[in-house]
């Protein structure tokens, strides 16, 4: 692992409502490019998709399927840590390499040199070992070659006729922790840690097959175009 330092901005993780809107912009920006361009990728039947899964998210209430890479993710942890911590706990993980983390942010975009997803996941279970580590993921990718990542968040409202008790349920039931509220507006920011019943995508979409949110949306970053 190579030694890395801060870049001077923002922390992407306790975002305001605001930060909300661009999110669900950007998962609109994925949505119509689905629609819109035809040009389907036709070798991914090489090493970086062996045993990598398929994933989904909502846009509305359609799915939008997503394909697992292995040679990118991101690692989220509890806490905001120094570089000098962060090179210490990936130390023993010269395969992992970091490329970008806002400043004061608890989030890394990393690479990682691996064969196939499998390899990815086995590299992740020795770094999810770590106390201060939240949890990692795999980035994924749209049909489309657009490419993404998610942290250890989603973000969700209730819908008017949902109860705390209901939601409070879920929470308990899936092991998450609200980290951030609006009850009046009804907004959660929610963590889906490497105790949970699933990472963040996936405890969005429990939340909101649930029926009784509005919307629950994992935080996606770092969309971009992969040809």
Same mark, same amino acid.
């Given at each position: ?88 706990? @990936?130390?023993?993980?010269? %395969? !992992? #390499? =970091? $490329? ?6 608890? /989030? &890394?975009? +990393?690479?990682? *040199? ?55 349920? @879920?929470?308990?039931?899936? %092991? !998450? #922790? =609200? $980290? ?6 009804? /907004? &959660?920011? +929610?963590?889906? *840690? ?34």
């Amino acid at each position: 692992m190579k030694n890395f330092t801060q870049p001077n901005d923002d922390s992407i993780i306790y975002q305001k409502i605001s930060d909300n809107i661009m999110q669900r912009f950007s998962i609109a920006l994925i949505a119509a490019a689905q629609m819109f361009i035809g040009c389907d990728k036709n070798d991914l039947e090489n090493d970086l998709y062996i045993e990598c899964g398929t994933r989904y998210y909502y846009y509305g209430t359609e799915k939008v399927f997503l394909t697992e890479i292995s040679n990118m993710g991101s690692i989220s942890f509890y806490d905001i840590l120094s570089p000098e911590i962060i090179n210490e706990i @990936l130390e023993n993980h010269p %395969e !992992v #390499e =970091i $490329l970008s983390s806002p400043y004061n942010s608890r /989030h &890394y975009t +990393i690479s990682i *040199d691996s064969k196939n997803c499998f390899e990815t996941d086995e590299i992740f279970n020795s770094i999810k070992k770590d106390s201060r580590v939240s949890n990692c993921n795999k980035f994924l990718m749209t049909k489309e070659s657009f490419t993404f990542g998610i942290t250890d968040v989603f973000i969700c409202k209730l819908k008017s006729n949902t109860t705390h008790d209901q939601l409070m349920e @879920l929470i308990k039931k899936n %092991e !998450v #922790e =609200i $980290l951030k509220q609006d009850t009046e507006i009804h /907004h &959660y920011i +929610i963590r889906a *840690d490497k105790k949970s019943n699933g990472d963040a995508l996936e405890m969005a979409n429990t939340f909101f097959e649930s029926g009784l949110f509005e919307y629950s949306e994992a935080n996606l970053f770092g969309l971009f175009r992969t040809f």
